[in-house]
């Protein structure tokens, strides 16, 4: 092993950072040079890549986004693109490189792994929603940032006894609305994974107000629909007054709770533990509180979403 690398890609999360941290102090730590590559697989093409040291990654663990930035790049995904950011590597006598993203930044790395490069992919995502690991880094603050949002927003559903449907982030996958969906007694939840018809909405709504409720609460996943679309059910098809949240990218941000810094950490030191055995081409994940180390091609594979539906069960049976 010459110099590792680490980067960012994709979306940011809460938890890159202490990654980015951990993945430079363990190769330090082990004499290793260790480099930093800015703005994602775009700044690996650019070249814009410098030399991390200690004080580039001190006070870092407690902030979200990523000091490294990130990008979305389509240049990367030809086979031109790789070129550059092969001849980059070369240039600075880089040949292994951490990659912290979510799958579309595995396929990047997978690319490089294929090409000569060790390359050690971490889970980086808000959404929950790769294979092969329990929890994605950032997931965790994420629901954290939802609840809080949502139980505000209880507060003022109940002062006008409203319903209020909240969307959510998760591109295809359910899980921050069904985690915090049953995490903040939601009447109904919606996700891409499980089938659930707008009439029953409207009946568990009419059910709850009947009973005495003074609120009802949607969460929708993005990969399902728009909160507005739920809404204009609801005001055709009952006499109650419905408002919408988008909760937008305020998911994304924000400090990464103890769970989110922990798994960077641990991901971060593994990954360079793995580098340093000529380990290359595998993604990083936590299954059972265990590390857990599979090729990318199994990571790429569907995940198994049976959780998600006994969180949707529970959610119906506590919500009446
Ligand atoms: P995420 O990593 O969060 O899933 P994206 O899907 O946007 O986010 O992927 C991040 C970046 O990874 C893309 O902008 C692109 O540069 C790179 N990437 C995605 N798919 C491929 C691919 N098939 N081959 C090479 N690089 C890819
Ligand atoms: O993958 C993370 C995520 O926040 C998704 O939940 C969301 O669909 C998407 O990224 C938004 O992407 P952008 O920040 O590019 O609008």
Same mark, same amino acid.
């Given at each position: 092993?010459?110099?590792?690398?680490?980067?960012?890609?994709?979306?940011?999360?809460?938890?890159?950072?202490?990654?980015?941290?951990?993945?430079?102090?363990?190769?330090?730590?082990?004499?290793?040079?260790?480099?930093?590559?800015?703005?994602?697989?775009?700044?690996?093409?650019?070249?814009?890549?410098?030399?991390?040291?200690?004080?580039?990654?001190?006070?870092?663990?407690?902030?979200?986004?990523?000091?490294?930035?990130?990008?979305?790049?389509?240049?990367?995904?030809?086979?031109?693109?790789?070129?550059?950011?092969?001849?980059?590597?070369?240039?600075?006598?880089?040949?292994?490189?951490?990659?912290?993203?979510?799958?579309?930044?595995?396929?990047?790395?997978?690319?490089?792994?294929?090409?000569?490069?060790?390359?050690? !992919?971490?889970?980086?995502? =808000?959404?929950?929603?790769?294979? *092969?690991?329990?929890?994605?880094?950032? @997931?965790? %603050?994420? $629901? &954290?940032?939802?609840?809080?949002?949502?139980?505000?927003?209880?507060?003022?559903?109940?002062?006008?006894?409203?319903?209020?449907?909240?969307?959510?982030?998760?591109?295809?996958?359910?899980?921050?609305?069904?985690?915090?969906?049953?995490?903040?007694?939601?009447?109904?939840?919606?996700?891409?994974?499980?089938?659930?018809?707008?009439?029953?909405?409207?009946?568990?709504?009419?059910?709850?107000?009947?009973? !005495?409720?003074?609120?009802? =609460?949607?969460?929708?996943?993005? *990969?399902?629909?728009?909160?507005?679309? @739920?809404? %204009?059910? $609801? &005001?055709?098809?009952?006499?109650?007054?419905?408002?919408?949240?988008?909760?937008?990218?305020?998911?994304?941000?924000?400090?990464?709770?103890?769970?989110?810094?922990?798994?960077?950490?641990?991901?971060?030191?593994?990954?360079?533990?793995?580098?340093?055995?000529?380990?290359?081409?595998?993604?990083?994940?936590?299954?059972?509180?265990?590390?857990?180390?599979?090729?990318?091609?199994?990571?790429?594979?569907?995940?198994?979403?049976?959780?998600?539906?006994?969180?949707?069960?529970?959610?119906?049976?506590?919500?009446?």
């Amino acid at each position: 092993m010459k110099r590792v690398a680490v980067m960012t890609s994709g979306g940011d999360s809460p938890g890159m950072n202490a990654a980015v941290r951990a993945v430079t102090k363990k190769a330090i730590y082990h004499n290793l040079d260790v480099y930093g590559v800015y703005r994602g697989y775009e700044g690996l093409m650019e070249g814009d890549i410098k030399k991390l040291e200690l004080k580039d990654v001190g006070s870092i663990i407690h902030r979200g986004g990523t000091i490294l930035g990130t990008a979305r790049s389509e240049r990367f995904k030809t086979e031109e693109g790789q070129q550059q950011a092969l001849e980059q590597l070369a240039k600075h006598d880089i040949d292994s490189l951490v990659v912290i993203g979510g799958d579309g930044s595995y396929r990047g790395a997978q690319a490089l792994h294929k090409k000569g490069i060790n390359t050690i !992919g971490i889970p980086g995502t =808000i959404d929950n929603d790769i294979n *092969g690991t329990d929890f994605t880094l950032g @997931f965790s %603050t994420a $629901i &954290n940032t939802v609840i809080e949002a949502v139980d505000r927003i209880r507060d003022t559903a109940t002062s006008h006894e409203r319903s209020f449907v909240i969307e959510v982030m998760g591109r295809d996958a359910g899980d921050i609305a069904a985690w915090s969906g049953l995490a903040t007694g939601a009447e109904s939840i919606f996700i891409p994974e499980t089938v659930m018809d707008k009439a029953e909405m409207v009946t568990r709504l009419k059910k709850g107000f009947d009973r !005495g409720k003074k609120h009802s =609460i949607i969460i929708v996943a993005e *990969g399902v629909g728009t909160a507005e679309e @739920f809404a %204009t059910y $609801i &005001n055709e098809n009952s006499e109650y007054d419905s408002r919408v949240t988008v909760l937008g990218h305020i998911q994304r941000g924000g400090s990464p709770v103890v769970f989110d810094r922990i798994l960077g950490s641990r991901l971060g030191g593994k990954a360079i533990d793995l580098l340093m055995e000529g380990i290359s081409g595998k993604a990083l994940g936590l299954e059972k509180n265990e590390i857990s180390v599979h090729d990318y091609d199994y990571v790429f594979q569907k995940k198994d979403h049976k959780d998600l539906d006994e969180y949707i069960q529970l959610s119906k049976e506590l919500s009446i």
